[in-house]
T-cell receptor, first 108, second 114 residues
Framework: GQNIDQPTEMTATEGAIVQINCTYQTSGFNGLFWYQQHAGEAPTFLSY????GLEEKGRFSSFLSRSKGYSYLLLKELQMKDSASYLCAVKRNNRLAFGKGNQVVVIP | DAGVTQSPTHLIKTRGQHVTLRCSPISGHKSVSWYQQVLGQGPQFIFQ???????GRGNFPDRFSARQFPNYSSELNVNALLLGDSALYLCASSLAGGLAGELFFGEGSRLTVL
C-alpha cells in the first residue's frame, strides 16, 4: 500500500518556524518530494530527497530517514504567502503517491 | 518559456457524458502524467506516458483512458461520467520517463459533473 500520512492542518505566526511531518511505507521507495499548493492552483516543487539527511534551500529545508519511513519539511521565517497546503509525495515505480497534504495557515 | 498548459481550465458536464482534457508539456519534456485531485485530498496518479507509450496506470476504471501524440502532448478521456469524477485534473511533465527529476504541473482542468 501507499499509506502516506500527514497532519491535516496547523496554524503558525508570521516569522515563526513550522515543521510538517510525513510518514510512509518504505516498500518500493525511490525518493520523496515536497510540493506547495496554494488554493485553486497547481502544486509547485519545493524539494526532493533520495538520500538520508537534510537538504536546505533558502527558508525551506527537508529531511529524510529512509529506514524510519519519515520525512519533514521545515519552513523558517514564515511569511503570509506561505499559507498553503504542503504535499508529501513518495516516488515508487515511476509514479508519485501523494499524501493528503498539510494545510498551513500563517497569521500576523 | 511556456510551462505545462492544460485546456479547458473549467468545464461542466452531466452524468453519462464524456470529456476530453488536453495537455501540452514543457518543450523538450517527453513524459506526461495525469493526476486526479478531489477537493481536500492529494493528487492521485491516473496515467503516465513516455515516448507515446503507457508506462503506468493507477487504480482507475476503464472509463479513463489517455494517449500521447508524436509532439508529446496528451489527452485524457473519461467516459460515462459519474458525480464522483468531479475533481481537478492535473497534467505534469518531466524530462524522462523514470521521473529522475521533479514533475512540473499545469494549472489543471476543473471538472464538475452534475
Amino acid at each position: 500500500g501507499q499509506n502516506i500520512d500527514q497532519p491535516t492542518e496547523m496554524t503558525a505566526t508570521e516569522g515563526a518556524i513550522v515543521q510538517i511531518n510525513c510518514t510512509y511505507q518504505t516498500s518500493g521507495f525511490n525518493g520523496l518530494f515536497w510540493y506547495q499548493q496554494h488554493a485553486g492552483e497547481a502544486p509547485t516543487f519545493l524539494s526532493y530527497n533520495v538520500l538520508d539527511g537534510l537538504e536546505e534551500k533558502g527558508r525551506f529545508s527537508s529531511f529524510l530517514s529512509r529506514s524510519k519511513g519519515y520525512s519533514y519539511l521545515l519552513l523558517k521565517e514564515l511569511q503570509m504567502k506561505d499559507s498553503a497546503s504542503y504535499l508529501c509525495a513518495v516516488k515508487r515505480n515511476n509514479r508519485l503517491a501523494f499524501g493528503k497534504g498539510n494545510q498551513v495557515v500563517v497569521i500576523p | 518559456d511556456a510551462g505545462v498548459t492544460q485546456s479547458p481550465t473549467h468545464l461542466i458536464k452531466t452524468r453519462g457524458q464524456h470529456v476530453t482534457l488536453r495537455c501540452s508539456p514543457i518543450s523538450g519534456h517527453k513524459s506526461v502524467s495525469w493526476y486526479q485531485q478531489v477537493l481536500g485530498q492529494g493528487p492521485q496518479f491516473i496515467f503516465q506516458y513516455y515516448e507515446k507509450e503507457e508506462r503506468g496506470r493507477g487504480n482507475f476504471p476503464d472509463r479513463f483512458s489517455a494517449r500521447q501524440f508524436p509532439n508529446y502532448s496528451s489527452e485524457l478521456n473519461v467516459n460515462a461520467l459519474l458525480l464522483g469524477d468531479s475533481a481537478l485534473y492535473l497534467c505534469a511533465s518531466s524530462l524522462a520517463g523514470g521521473l529522475a527529476g521533479e514533475l512540473f504541473f499545469g494549472e489543471g482542468s476543473r471538472l464538475t459533473v452534475l
